[in-house]
């Protein structure tokens, strides 16, 4: 794949979602109502998991694994997700 490809589906189905956003836990109903307080301006993102660095490279991977396709004949696939939670702190997701 070309990495204008894997770019535009990060941005797509990763970024584009969680970007400047709040990512709670569904379950999180004090979180959530104190994100609903914050208006409209506010972008929340509901999760049906508790939103560490760990579970969203999890998230982004299964987001992502999808729309990695083979191409000239090639067998792609993802095998690893990173999230960067400050410089020196990284999650990685394998299946």
Request: hydrophobic fraction near 40%.
């Amino acid at each position: 794949m070309d990495f204008s490809d894997i770019s535009a589906i990060l941005m797509e189905h990763v970024h584009d979602v969680i970007d400047h956003a709040f990512v709670v836990y569904e379950g999180d109903e004090e979180g959530r109502r104190a994100c609903e307080m914050m208006g409209e301006d506010h972008r929340t993102v509901v999760v049906p998991f508790i939103p560490t660095a760990e579970n969203l490279a999890k998230w982004a991977f299964d987001a992502v694994a999808p729309h990695i396709s083979s191409t000239y004949g090639n067998r792609l696939k993802l095998v690893a997700m990173h999230c960067r939670e400050t410089p020196k702190s990284i999650a990685t997701w394998r299946p």
